[in-house]
């Protein structure tokens, strides 16, 4: 099996920066993509970016394109999230996610192993 250790959340002022990690360990080896969704209270979780082992895709949700970005050290099989620009919108619990082959990588029910997340709160 997988296991996704997530780091780096926490308490931040609008206009601030964070910087989200996951480690991968176990069977990282057959991991198709490796994703980051969060979910704020009441709202259903959404996925903000992923990137894929085999063609090294990337996607960023477009409403966070450019201040958020997906990262990847294969060395260290752990991908990270850079955060700028961070908004009160932008708080919520942000989990790491990562899939084997099979469906949608849009989609959060394909992604087959989960981190338990971290929570980021932005103040105004």
């Known amino acids: 099996q997988v296991q996704l250790v997530e780091s780096g959340g926490g308490l931040v002022q609008a206009g601030g920066s964070l910087r989200l990690s996951c480690a991968a360990s176990?069977?990282?080896?057959?991991?198709?993509?490796m994703g980051w969704f969060r979910q704020a209270p009441g709202k259903e979780r959404e996925l903000l970016a992923f990137?894929?082992?085999?063609?090294?895709?990337?996607y960023h949700k477009n409403s966070v394109e450019g201040r958020f970005t997906i990262s990847r050290d294969d060395a260290k099989n752990t991908i990270y999230l850079q955060m700028r620009s961070l908004k009160p919108d932008d708080t919520a619990v942000y989990y790491c996610?990562?899939?084997?082959?099979?469906?949608?990588?849009?989609?959060?029910?394909?992604?087959?192993?989960w981190g338990q997340g971290t929570q980021v709160t932005v103040s105004s």
């Open positions: 996610a990562a899939k084997r082959p099979g469906g949608s990588d849009y989609d959060s029910n394909t992604y087959n192993y």
């Open positions: 176990g069977r990282s080896s057959e991991l198709y993509a």
């Open positions: 990137h894929t082992n085999y063609g090294h895709i990337t």
